[in-house]
């Protein structure tokens, strides 16, 4: 383990809560004051995102078919609860072959990526479902989103790096739970489940930065992000209300941190007991929506009330950092 810089940080929040921002700003941050102010090294970046984008393009291209959807009934959430398992088991994978610089040229980008989503689910105990899908069905549709396909794996391998010495891989999620829940959020809801499904090989090399917002505030600016000419990006795209409703109407970061020990989150997971170091940037008062612009029009002062929110959170974050 490098001592100066996080090898792995899980970047966490509602949606829209400003974690696309905050991996925008470090972009523009000195490697060198990346490093000795946050802790940081180069980023490496790793989402989930765009397996969730993909998943809703292959339900929308089933339906045009006249196919049942797999993921989503709709713009509502998840069919299976469990998918938030698979979307973790999918950044698994590729954190696995990011590190192992794993290098694949399949025949079909889609066809792999269709067995991908499969072992991931199963992984998370569904049964294969583009697996099953009738063959002439499965390959029209791979056909159609060869392309898009072909884009996520190549933007991925490109991404290796020549050596992992002062890197920080980023990887950013979002998890909730239904408006109203009260806690502890239970099944297939949270960040209580999400967590333990992540690899040893990611937990043992990982802080949380966790970015804190209220439902309200998430709601409000996933409305003003949302471009529909943009589905696809990080930075633009926006969430059904259903979903904000019912997977992102609260969350249990503040529950688990109060139940773990100091400034850690733990819990029971792959035959073992894990306290993962956590650093809050509080940002229920928006303090990133600025980072949207381009950076030759960010304000001065905004940016040096950004930088010290979250060098407080990045230096809680490494005092329990490898103990």
Known sequence: MNNNVFKVVLLQALPASGKSEVRNFMAHVEGDRLRDEFHIGANLQLDDFPYVHMMRRIDNELQAMGESRIFYPGEEPFTDGRDWGTLCNLLNEDYLDLMNRVVVKPDSTAEYLFARIDRAGEGAGIAPRLGLLKAEVRARLAAILENEARAMLDEKQNAYPESFENKTVVIECARGGPDGSSMPLTGTFGYQYSLPMFCPEILENAAILYIWVTPEESRRKNA?????????SNLHHGVPMAVMLGDYGCDDMEYLVANSKPNCVSFEAHGRHW?????????????TSFLRGEPETWDADKVAEVTAAIRRATDNMFENYGK
């Open 275 to 287: 306290d993962v170091p956590i650093g809050i940037f509080d940002n229920r008062v928006d303090k």
């Open 224 to 232: 003003d992000r949302a471009d529909p000419n943009d589905p696809g």
